[in-house]
C-alpha cells in the first residue's frame, strides 16, 4: 500500500508563495495519476490540481489556476505544488494522493496533510 507524506506547509502574508511536496512510498505511485486536494475548517475537501503519471497532462481547479503550478519527480516519487500569490481563502489542509484512472481521484489512503495559512 502506498503511504503519503505532505510537507512544507506554513503560514504566509497574502501574496506570497509556498512549495509543498508528497514523498510517495511504494514503487507504484510513479504510475498513477496524482493529485492535490485542500480542506478548509467546516468545508468538504476539494480537488485542487493532478498531473498525469507521465507529467504530460496538467488539471487545476478554476480557483487555482494561473497560480499554483503541480509537477512531480517520479524518479523520487515526490510530487510537488508550488503555490504563489497566495489568497486568504487558500488556507487550509492541504493533502495529496493518487489514482490510476481519476485526475480528481484518490486510491490511497489520507495522510496527515499539511496546514498552510495565508494572513491578510
Known amino acids: 500500500q502506498v503511504q503519503l507524506v505532505e510537507s512544507g506547509g506554513g503560514l504566509v502574508q497574502a501574496g506570497g508563495s509556498l512549495r509543498l511536496s508528497c514523498a510517495a512510498s511504494?514503487?507504484?505511485?510513479?504510475?498513477?495519476?496524482m493529485g492535490w486536494f485542500r480542506q478548509a475548517p467546516g468545508k468538504e475537501r476539494e480537488f485542487v490540481a493532478a498531473i498525469s503519471w507521465s507529467g504530460d497532462s496538467t488539471y487545476y481547479a478554476d480557483s487555482v489556476k494561473g497560480r499554483f503550478t503541480i509537477s512531480r519527480d517520479n524518479a523520487k516519487n515526490t510530487g510537488y505544488l508550488q503555490m504563489n500569490s497566495l489568497k486568504p481563502e487558500d488556507t487550509a489542509v492541504y493533502y495529496c494522493?493518487?489514482?490510476?484512472?481519476?485526475?480528481?481521484?484518490?486510491?490511497?489512503?489520507w495522510g496527515q496533510g499539511t496546514q498552510v495559512t495565508v494572513s491578510s
Open positions: 511504494g514503487r507504484t505511485f510513479s504510475s498513477y495519476t
Open positions: 494522493n493518487g489514482d490510476p484512472h481519476s485526475p480528481r481521484g484518490s486510491k490511497f489512503t
